[in-house]
């Protein structure tokens, strides 16, 4: 399917059903869009069939096909910060990304994301993130250019092939020993998008040690063997040294609005790996800093 100003389209399946129309089915279905937003949609043509045919307000509801839509947020808030191209050649594209901005189009966040931004910048529709970094965090985000070699870059880290450094500043604790290694369970908490340790057969790993060292604070090291989401800020947090502004690990019984001035303190600074495709040693650096 075409993207729109750097935006792919959503998918979603119309069941066995008997609803009138197939506007009906995506009101039920998406009780969040009012049924004048479809409508809109549909006369601007932003609603369309698996065969690439309209949906119009009075399309009888047809099951077991797909459609297609694109969506829009209203006065969508700019980011006010700049990502960096590293890297680009035929496979690969690498972005230093800012503080705040989101890897992907999610919630609230559709063109003030790195992957929109990208695409827009540099006209490639086929582009996709190889892994991602928390929208909180900044530094090195890698992309695949060429849909036949997404998969073999994304084995790189399901197989864990790839050697990630990130920096954090956090408080310093002379009573703990370094070079560490955390180990823990980590499983969903509630609300969905926070996590928690349990105990348990470990499923994370993570590498900390420190690199200077200034008055009640240190910049640390660490390098994840497992990619669990969150790993890093709850494995700091769990030895007593929080990142710094991290408005999550420990929560709070609620979560501010970004405030720009104090941006989490945490920062995918390397990465290394072996090209599947070109067979090539690949390392890359960030070139952003954190405030110590």
């Given amino acids: 399917m075409v993207t729109r100003h750097g935006v792919s389209p959503s998918c979603v399946g119309l069941p066995a059903g008997h609803w009138p129309t197939i506007t009906d089915f995506l009101v039920e279905r998406f009780p969040a869009i009012t049924r004048a937003v479809w409508l809109q949609r549909m006369q601007d043509g932003l609603v369309i069939d698996e065969f690439g045919a309209a949906v119009t307000p009075g399309r009888p509801y047809q099951g077991h096909m797909r459609v297609y839509y694109y969506r829009a947020i209203d006065d969508e808030p700019r980011i006010p910060f700049e990502e960096t191209v590293l890297y680009q050649d035929e496979h690969l594209v690498v972005a230093d990304k800012p503080h705040f901005l989101p890897v992907t189009p999610s919630g609230s966040y559709l063109q003030e994301t790195l992957l929109v931004r990208l695409k827009n910048r540099l006209g490639i529709d086929t582009l996709i993130p190889i892994h991602r970094i928390d929208r909180e965090t900044a530094g090195l985000v890698l992309f695949s250019v060429q849909p036949a070699e997404r998969d073999a870059y994304q084995a790189l880290f399901r197989q864990r092939n790839v050697a990630k450094h990130y920096e954090a500043i956090a408080p310093w604790r002379q009573d703990l020993r370094f070079p560490l290694t955390r180990q823990s369970r980590i499983v969903e908490d509630e609300p969905f998008f926070r996590q928690l340790e349990v105990p348990g057969e470990p499923n994370s790993e993570t590498h900390i040690d420190t690199l200077e060292i200034k008055g009640d604070k240190a910049r640390y090291a660490l390098s994840?063997?497992?990619?669990?989401?969150?790993?890093?800020?709850?494995?700091?947090?769990?030895?007593?040294?929080?990142?710094?502004?991290?408005?999550?690990?420990p929560p709070v019984a609620h979560t501010p609005d970004d405030d720009y001035r104090y941006p989490l303190q945490l920062l995918a600074k390397s990465i290394a790996f072996t090209d599947p495709v070109t067979g090539q040693p690949r390392q890359f650096e960030s070139r952003l800093s954190l405030q110590f």
């Fill in 224 to 249: 994840p063997v497992t990619g669990k989401k969150h790993q890093l800020r709850m494995h700091m947090n769990a030895l007593g040294i929080p990142i710094l502004n991290d408005r999550m690990y």
